[in-house]
């Protein structure tokens, strides 16, 4: 019989929690909830390697563990520092990181283009509400923004590359769900970009799952660019019997009509089982689904606010049907 593994108690923001030794400190908290959970831009639990980028998840170690109670004199990466025995976090109960979190903030939105109002990604943005919560009202950045063209990277993405924040989220799902990557970053430093090599078109079958992962608005589903907000669809969970994928998705609907199909979230907004091209470009019809009932949206969003059984103001005639 196996022996039992000890738990560990860490305590963050005054809460304590007992987890697996090798548990990161942003997993520890979202055992925990609520606002004691770190924000993360490029950590994504099901993706390997991902984490340690964006530095949104810093936090400030006031205890080491009970053996060595010295605080850590710098601030961590929540996502790639493991807990300790004893060991006390803060989060928002630091005045160290939040000033620190504005100052990430700040550097993130120095080249992202502020066109909210036009971006797909507008109301599921990860940037947005973080943007929400800790951006400034000014910028002291006075220099000429990083500009790219918008490509097409395969037949139903579009690739705005200015909104990108280099999260490499992307390129984890192209490296671990396809057998052959096409894309990838590009040159160094301030020039650094994500694209494929020659135009290259993004062609696999799990490749559309790079527009579920991606925090902000760089990848974008072009079957349903600019066709309606998001907080006036429905989003409904369903199934289908799938060959390629376990067939478990959300349908955005726009009166009975399927706008777009995304992997299903949990309320970090990662996804909980991939799908394949199949059922998120191909299957935009009823008769293809069983529709389950409509999706419980729990994280902090303007979707789970709305009453999306109601129908759109009348002042928005394209999305009437919604």
Known sequence: MSEQIQ????????KTVEVDPGTTILNAARQIGGEVVPPAMCYYKPLKGSGGKCRTCLVEVSKGSEKD???MPKLVASCS?????????????????????????????INHPLDCPVCDQAGECSLQDLAF????????????????????????????MTRCILCYRCVYVANQLT???????LKRGDAAEISTYIQNSLENDFIG???????????????????????YTKPMDASCDCGKCGGKAVLWMIGNEIARVTARKDQYGEVEEFICN?????????????VEGPRKISRHSVISTNHYEKTAPAHTPLLNKA
């Open 7 to 14: 738990k560990i108690t860490v305590t963050i923001d005054g």
């Open 69 to 71: 109670p010295r605080p």
């Open 81 to 109: 520092t493991t807990v300790m025995d004893g060991m006390e976090v803060k989060n928002k109960s630091s005045e160290r990181v939040v000033d620190a979190r504005k100052g990430v903030v700040e550097f993130l939105l």
């Open 133 to 160: 919560e800790h951006g400034a009202d000014t910028s002291r950045y006075e220099f000429k923004r990083r500009e790219f063209d918008k490509i097409d990277i395969g037949e139903y993405i579009k690739l705005h």
């Open 179 to 185: 057998p052959n990557r096409e894309h990838g970053i």
């Open 209 to 231: 799952n790079v527009i579920d992962v991606c925090p902000v608005g760089a990848l974008t589903d072009k079957t349903f660019r600019f066709r309606s907000r998001v907080w």
């Open 278 to 290: 199949d059922c998120r470009f191909n299957k935009k019809e009823l008769k293809d689904w069983n």
